[in-house]
C-alpha cells in the first residue's frame, strides 16, 4: 500500500480521535492538525536520517568552537579597550556563528565522500579501464549495476594527465574517460562518490585495488591484469569484457544460422561473417557469397582467451 495513504491517515485521523473523544472546537481540531503535520514531517525526515552526518557536523561544531576560542584569546591580548569591548558585546553571536558555519561547512564537505565510509555498501571502484571504455554507463542505466561507483582521484589524475598527451590517440583516449565521468556524475538511477583516498603503491592498478580492499568494494575494469592483482589481495572483480563474454548467443555445433559473408577468409574458398556481437565466423565454400547472405551450419566452436570463434559450412540445397 502507498505511503501516502499511511501519512494522510495521520493528518485526518489524529483529529478525528480528537474530535470524537476529547474536544469539538476549532482550536483543538488544529492543534491536532498541527500534530499529525510534525508527525509526518518528522517520519520523513528520519528516513533520510544519518547518524554519521549528526557526528560530522557535531566535530565540525567543535571545530569551530575551538576557533572561536582562539580568537577570543587573540582579541584578549590585543589589549584595545574598544575591540575588546565589541568583542565581548556580540561574544555569543561569535560563538554561535563559528559552531554553525563550521558544523555546516563539514557536512557539505563530507557529502563527498557519503556512502564510502560505509563499508559493504555496495561500492564500486572504477579504474581506468573501464572508464575509457565506456561500456560501464550501459551497464548502470540497464540497472545491472547498484550501488555506488566511487572514482579515486588518483585516477581522474591520470585521466588528466593522458588527456593532455601530445598523442592524438591517447589525448582521445584521455578525454573520453573524463567524458565518461562526466556523464556516470549526471545519471540518476546510480549515487557517484569521488574519494582522494590514495595508498602507496608502484601502479595505478594495485592502488584501485588497495582502495577496493579498504573500502569492502569490488574493482570495475575491462583490465585482465587488474584480475590477477585483486585475486592475491582477495578483492572481487567485476570485468565487463567477461560480462560481455558471457551474455553472447550461445551457438551449438549442427545449429543453423543466417549470416551476411564480408570478405574472403586465409584459406581457398573460405569466407568471413561477423554476428551481431561481434564474433567472427569462418565460413567453409563461403567465398563465392562474398557481399551476400548465406544459410550455414555451425561444425565447430573455438573458445581461447581472446575470445571465440565459430567454423561453419554453406548449407547445400539437399540439407535445405
Not at 37 to 59: G, H, K, N, P, Q
Amino acid at each position: 500500500m502507498p505511503l501516502w495513504i499511511f501519512r494522510l491517515s495521520a493528518l485526518l485521523g489524529i483529529p478525528f480521535l480528537v474530535y470524537v473523544f476529547w474536544a469539538k472546537d476549532l482550536y483543538s481540531l488544529l492543534l491536532a492538525f498541527l500534530c499529525g503535520v510534525v508527525i509526518v514531517c518528522a517520519e520523513t525526515f528520519l528516513r533520510s536520517f544519518r547518524f554519521s552526518a549528526v557526528m560530522i557536523a557535531i566535530f565540525g561544531g567543535l571545530c569551530g568552537y575551538l576557533i572561536y576560542m582562539a580568537c577570543d584569546y587573540a582579541v584578549l591580548k590585543t589589549n584595545v579597550i574598544d575591540i575588546i569591548s565589541a568583542w565581548n558585546s556580540y561574544k555569543t553571536a561569535f560563538a554561535g556563528s563559528f559552531v554553525l558555519i563550521a558544523g555546516f561547512l563539514s557536512i557539505i564537505k563530507s557529502s563527498e565522500l557519503e556512502g564510502i565510509s560505509k563499508k559493504g555498501r555496495h561500492l564500486k571502484v572504477a579504474d581506468i579501464s573501464a572508464l575509457i571504455d565506456g561500456r560501464i554507463i550501459d551497464v548502470c542505466e540497464t540497472g545491472f549495476l547498484s550501488g555506488t561507483i566511487v572514482i579515486p582521484q588518483f585516477v581522474i589524475a591520470e585521466l588528466n594527465k593522458i588527456a593532455s598527451s601530445k598523442d592524438l590517440l591517447e589525448k582521445a583516449r584521455g578525454i573520453r574517460g573524463l567524458d565518461i565521468i562526466t556523464r556516470l556524475k549526471e545519471l540518476k538511477i546510480i549515487p557517484v562518490k569521488i574519494t582522494s583516498k590514495s595508498f602507496e603503491s608502484t601502479s595505478i592498478q594495485e592502488n584501485v585495488v588497495l582502495l577496493a580492499k579498504s573500502l569492502n568494494a569490488e574493482v570495475v575494469t575491462i583490465d585482465f591484469n587488474i584480475n590477477k592483482i585483486a585475486i592475491l589481495k582477495g578483492v572481487n572483480v567485476l570485468n565487463i569484457s567477461d560480462l560481455t563474454t558471457a551474455l553472447k548467443p550461445v551457438v551449438l555445433p549442427g545449429e543453423t544460422m543466417s549470416v551476411f559473408v564480408m570478405k574472403e577468409g586465409k584459406e581457398r574458398e573460405q569466407g568471413i561473417a561477423y554476428l551481431d556481437d561481434g564474433t567472427m565466423v569462418v565460413v567453409e565454400e563461403g567465398r563465392k557469397f562474398i557481399n551476400k547472405r548465406a544459410e550455414v551450419s555451425v561444425y565447430s566452436i573455438l573458445q581461447n582467451s581472446t575470445g571465440r570463434m565459430i567454423f561453419a559450412r554453406v548449407k547445400s540445397q539437399e540439407d535445405k
